[in-house]
């Protein structure tokens, strides 16, 4: 047995951590399915050589216990500040013997900064932390921010850097940063990480996240240079002559700060022990940048000719530079972005160009998603290049991003580079993104031969997420690979600091995306920690009197429903309960449990006829943008948040709150039934849902029965009667057969019906799928999309919007077949697609406890059975579940073994991989 994986719940990267009290996982591997891991010990220390017998900071013990994740460390001293931590996991498997996992390492900041300290340093220029009134603010001087926020005091983007020489080299070097809006740091020249867009976006008046990086590789004798690119970001908004979307009536846009600002600490590390500790302060200097406009809606604006070439390198003359000015700096307390960086994956070359018009070059890359433009020019000094981006083109063939509500986003968002006349010229934005499949790049030519600059290359990386990618999903149906596909662009091209909603026009937080797509983008990236970070915006986003508004961060005040919505607003009750079912981690509830308790109350106030909830935006998304569903869906929502605010309280212990919530819960469960469940067989032979859409007129809907059975809200005695209803009222939905009848809310959860082994009708759902009009996933593909539209429009303004995602999920459950039923895949089911058209599946599910495999093939097979082989990862259990009774699956797990029977219809697969056949 081999411990192969190992982390801090909560944590992407460990070069920062904030906060004393943190939480182990590891994952297991072993080719023997009868091992399982019995007994446990985590030992935490300062010193990496010897971690059992010094510097011990926290000991566990032998723990008697198979878990493996959310174990809680809770040294009884805090963690020391700016220090390297080491840890180390022992696992004894059922035989007793035990195996070691590699050592880990973690490295603090200041850890009680934000509780007992101020969060950073004041503008020492006028408050210096000698004075008296501050000293007894100060005086705790290793558990304290030391650097200043400095910059030029202008809101354009600038360069900072700082020539560090040493009289012996550190054997660590770390460095704590963060820029506002966005920042890239280097040193001698050299990108310190692959981020981009540092730090993540949060309200800047309340959090400010900030970024550690190793240098430690990278740093070397004599002069060491740190540089650092700050840019706009959403922090200090430069419309410029562009597009800006977050505007008010009065046609300003919500700016946070007026300055751009950076602070650095740079941690130097010797052999002997000691520490030494560099900040930024008035001694760097700074100068403002070649980029001229970094506007966050993908528009930049760079002058080649004012670039200071080699200006981050060591023996560069800065003697015209300026010192650096302290500055006041944002409002908010540095937090450790804790969330995954967000980085550039794959490399798209285009699939075909076109000469449009002389000096436009359109380029198609073939996929649309997130992307940074990298282009290469040439050309004389002054030329100047434009280039822009869509998602669709006109009737001319060129970028064209139609938009009803803001014309100015049609064609006023663009990049303009103006060249220094080198040989050959590199350019890819510093501080935006978009989503596009189009590139037009104007002012040049592909021919040496014109006057006009010379286009060398041109390319695009996808931007997003560095969390791990987790899911692999294929299928015998082209056109249903072609709907994965675009499902899994628009995922992963909206995943970055939070999950947005769309990576051009808007970028905003909007949260329902974050608890409806949550089952389905587990299967894109792990989310984990991009779901904590969201929980801190939500806190917050929270108003005083319990709100939880639509958005968070809140870049842009909306109002009414838009402003105040249960099925936005229950993603701080909703993702600690998926963080738990997902990745088996309770970390965020103590954190989370008093804003839910918050917002419980405030939903209180809004409570109708006893207890429904019918105010905000219904099922939106039907009909293109009007609310339906009202009390069925808010009051489900309702329910699930109190429940889910009972099970927190039970975790944290305390009981008294879990029976009162428990008690809330029944309370709606009886209102909802008494107002929306029709029993007395009249209209038709079964009990049903009915909306209150059209009060005093009963309805029959999809989405009316599927809210009730996902929200565990139906009576036992008429579960069978509600499946009923869905299936007829899906079969009745259309003269062309079924149709979709469900708005972004609604969707989800009409899938996830599907999804129920009581329904197993993927002959439904692909009919609805393929539909020739809209509503229609396929009316999409057909169109040459390769991501999902906003709405079920063909001309839509956002051709990069997940919400109508959820699908995804419904392939990964019923047609791959695999459910989590424990926390984190400890438990799962797997049921094969046999009632389906597909005759060949594979996919991976790399789950909290290693990665499941599954292939199902019955292409080559005349009778009624299947070839299926199953991975099994240890320290979990598997469920097939067979068709019926009579089903049975041979399996024949080594070539030595003789085939086995099992019979049906639930078979138990223990850890291991299997090759079977199924009958059914």
């Known amino acids: 047995m081999q411990i192969t994986r190992c982390g801090i719940h909560g944590f992407h990267e460990v070069i920062g951590i904030d906060t004393d009290e943190i939480r182990f996982f590891w994952a297991l591997q072993s080719s023997d399915g009868d091992d399982r891991q019995t007994a446990y010990r985590v030992i935490v220390s300062t010193d990496r050589e010897n971690l059992q017998s010094s510097g011990v900071c926290w000991d566990s013990g032998r723990v008697e216990s198979d878990a493996q994740r959310n174990i809680k460390c809770t040294p009884s001293a805090p963690f020391q500040s700016t220090t390297f931590h080491y840890w180390q996991v022992t696992v004894w498997d059922q035989h007793g013997t035990a195996c070691h996992s590699a050592v880990n390492e973690f490295y603090t900041s200041y850890p009680r900064s934000s509780g007992l300290l101020p969060p950073y340093s004041m503008n020492q220029t006028y408050m210096p932390h000698s004075s008296l009134i501050f000293r007894t603010w100060f005086e705790d001087e290793t558990n304290r921010w030391k650097a200043v926020w400095v910059g030029d005091g202008g809101d354009k983007p600038i360069y900072l850097r700082k020539s560090v020489q040493l009289a012996r080299q550190p054997s660590r070097v770390v460095v704590l940063a963060s820029g506002l809006g966005h920042f890239n740091l280097t040193v001698n020249g050299n990108a310190a990480s692959d981020h981009v867009l540092d730090p993540g976006w949060t309200n800047y008046h309340r959090s400010v996240q900030f970024v550690g990086y190793d240098l430690t590789s990278q740093w070397r004798q004599g002069e060491n240079v740190l540089g650092a690119h700050v840019g706009n970001g959403f922090y200090a908004g430069d419309q410029g002559d562009r597009f800006f979307w977050p505007t008010y009536e009065d046609n300003t846009f919500v700016r946070y700060g007026n300055e751009l600002c950076f602070f650095a600490e740079i941690h130097l590390h010797y052999p002997d022990g000691s520490h030494e500790t560099i900040v930024s302060d008035p001694s760097w200097k700074v ?23 080699g200006w981050d390198f060591p023996g560069y003359d800065d003697g015209d530079w300026a010192a650096a000015k302290p500055l006041t700096g944002p409002r908010g307390k540095l937090r450790y972005q804790n969330q995954p960086p967000v980085v550039l994956h794959n490399t798209f070359n285009p699939v075909k160009q076109q000469v449009t018009r002389p000096g436009v070059i359109v380029y198609d890359l073939g996929q649309n998603s997130s992307i940074m433009v990298q282009l290469e020019v040439s050309g004389t000094s002054g030329s100047e290049v434009i280039v822009r981006y869509s998602e669709t083109l006109d009737d001319k063939g060129e970028v064209f991003m139609p938009d009803p509500l803001f014309k100015e986003f049609e064609n006023n968002v663009y990049a303009k580079i103006t060249l220094a006349g080198e040989d050959r010229e590199a350019w890819r934005p510093d501080f935006c993104f978009t989503s596009a499949r189009y590139i037009q790049v104007e002012g040049v030519s592909v021919s040496d031969n014109d006057k006009l600059p010379t286009v060398h290359s041109l390319s695009a990386r996808h931007v997003s997420s560095a969390a791990r990618q987790l899911g692999y999903l294929k299928t015998d149906k082209e056109d249903v690979n072609a709907l994965i596909n675009a499902c899994y662009w628009t995922f992963s091209s909206n995943i970055f600091s ?49 709100l939880v508004p639509t958005m968070a961060p809140e870049i842009r005040y909306m109002c009414g429903p838009l402003h105040d919505t249960i099925t936005w607003g229950c993603a701080v009750c909703f993702l600690p309960e998926l963080i738990k079912r997902y990745y088996g981690s309770t970390e965020v509830f103590a954190k989370i449990y008093q804003p839910c308790v918050r917002y419980m109350e405030y939903m209180k106030t809004k409570e109708r006829h006893g207890g429904l909830i019918e105010h905000g935006l219904g099922d939106w998304g039907y009909g293109i943008a009007f609310g339906n569903h009202q009390a069925n869906i ?234 299926l082989e199953v991975s099994v990862p240890t320290s979990t259990v598997c469920t097939l579940m067979l068709p019926s009774a009579n089903s049975f699956a041979e399996i024949q797990k080594t070539e030595s073994q003789e085939p086995r029977r099992l019979n049906g219809p639930r078979v138990t697969l223990k850890p291991g991989v299997y090759n079977m056949v199924i009958r059914s």
């Open 498 to 546: 939070y999950h947005t909603d769309c990576p051009q026009i808007e970028k905003f937080g909007w949260l329902e995306v974050t608890s409806l797509l949550a089952p389905a983008t587990q299967y894109v990236r792990d989310m984990e920690t991009v779901y904590s970070k969201i929980l801190d915006d939500i806190i917050d986003a929270q108003e005083p009197n319990g």
């Open 634 to 867: 808010e009051t489900a929502v309702y329910y699930r948040c109190l429940s889910n605010v009972a099970m927190m309280a039970k975790e944290l212990g305390f009981t008294d709150d879990a029976a009162r919530y428990e008690a809330w819960a029944a309370r709606i469960y009886g209102v909802y039934n008494s107002h929306l469940l029709i029993t007395d067989k009249s209209e038709y032979p079964y009990a049903f849902y009915t909306s209150l859409d059209n009060p005093g007129v009963h309805d029959r809907t999809m989405i009316g029965q599927a809210m009730a059975l996902q929200f565990g809200l139906v009576p036992t005695e008429y579960r069978n009667d509600i499946f009923r209803a869905f299936v007829a009222s899906v079969e009745e939905s259309g003269e062309s057969g079924p149709r979709i009848r469900a708005g972004e809310i609604g969707l989800k959860y009409l899938w996830s019906t599907f999804a129920e082994p009581e329904v197993d009708r993927p002959d439904l759902v692909l009919a609805m799928v393929r539909q020739e009009e809209h509503p229609s996933y396929m009316r999409f593909i057909r169109r040459g999309e390769t991501t999902l539209s906003e709405f079920w429009q063909d001309a839509c303004r956002s051709k990069c919007h997940d919400m109508l995602g959820t699908i995804y999920e419904w392939f990964y459950a019923a047609v791959l077949g695999v459910q989590p039923v424990g926390d984190a895949y400890r438990t799962w089911t797997l049921r094969p697609p046999m009632r389906s058209e597909f005759d060949f599946v594979e996919g991976e599910v790399d789950c909290p406890y290693g990665l499941i495999r599954v292939r199902f093939d019955r292409r080559q097979r005349e009778d009624m059975s299947a070839q």
């Open 287 to 309: 100068r403002k940048s070649a980029t001229t406009l970094a506007n966050i809606y993908a528009s930049e604006d760079l002058d080649r000719r004012q670039y200071p070439v």
